[in-house]
């Protein structure tokens, strides 16, 4: 089965920048079938897409709340999704979950839902300090 662990969260103070990493394991298919999402649950909250990417790496789409800060990009050879995080804000604190699935959609202006998703990561906490 394809495994994801991902790794690279912190303690950071706001306006500083993390980038995610998202490895992948364990899998049959090409990964140029398989799209990546990125999600976070903040305490009390449910979890929210951040971004996503299609498998070719050609697509990719980002929370309004994320846009203009936040970079998704795949390096498919070395089997890593990333996410680079800069300008945090105190609000970006969560746990950050990479996930997969060769049936998810990643469309620009369209919801990232955590639905579409089978495979999941363990997650990453990201801490934002105010």
């Known amino acids: 089965q394809l495994q994801l662990v991902e790794s690279g969260g912190g303690l950071v103070q706001p306006g500083g920048s993390l980038r995610l990493s998202c490895a992948a394991s364990g899998f049959t298919l090409d990964l140029d079938y398989v799209a990546i999402g990125w999600f976070r649950q903040a305490p009390g909250k449910e979890r929210e897409g951040v971004s996503c990417?299609?498998?070719?790496?050609?697509?990719?789409n980002y929370a309004d709340s994320v846009k203009g800060r936040f970079t998704i990009s795949r390096d498919n050879a070395k089997n890593t999704m990333y996410l680079q995080m800069n300008s945090l804000k105190p609000e970006d604190t969560a746990v950050y979950y990479c996930?997969?699935?060769?049936?998810?959609?990643?469309?620009?202006?369209?919801?990232?839902?955590?639905?579409?998703?089978?495979?999941w990561g363990q997650g990453t906490q990201v801490t934002v300090s105010s």
């Open positions: 990417i299609s498998g070719s790496g050609s697509s990719t």
């Open positions: 996930a997969a699935d060769v049936m998810a959609t990643c469309r620009t202006a369209t919801a990232i839902s955590p639905w579409e998703y089978t495979y």
